[in-house]
């Protein structure tokens, strides 16, 4: 569900921050193993998009944050992705701390 929402995020615009608002409350929750590591790294997907994004519009100045802004938006398609083919199965991420894919 957080995913979708990440990925919905590129068309509607506020569904990231509904989607991480979900995983800091789901996290909470009682869960299966798996899903804590998917709510982690969900979280970061997060953190890296909206940090790459501020990023990139401010170095837009120097021409260097367009190339920037389209790296972060596929970063955050295939963590996002890649999130849901694990949910799928009901694996683990790999490696939920990790800031790249």
């Known amino acids: ?7 919905a995020s590129f068309v509607v615009g506020f569904t990231g921050i509904v989607g991480v608002v979900l995983a ?10 798996w899903e804590a590591s998917h709510y982690q790294y969900l979280i ?6 909206l940090a ?12 260097i944050g367009i190339p920037l802004l ?8 295939i ?4 999130s849901l083919l694990a ?9 939920p701390n990790s800031w790249l894919v």
Not at 1 to 7: A, C, D, G, P, R
Not at 52 to 63: A, D, E, K, M
């Open 1 to 7: 569900m957080i995913s979708l929402l990440y990925l």
């Open 24 to 33: 800091f409350i789901w996290r909470g929750e009682p869960k299966a193993e």
């Open 44 to 49: 970061n997907t997060f953190w890296i998009g």
């Open 52 to 63: 790459g994004s501020i990023l990139g519009v401010i170095l837009t100045i120097v021409l």
């Open 70 to 77: 389209i790296a972060v938006a596929v970063l955050v398609i």
């Open 79 to 82: 963590r996002s992705v890649m």
């Open 87 to 95: 949910a799928q199965k009901q694996a683990p991420m790999p490696n």
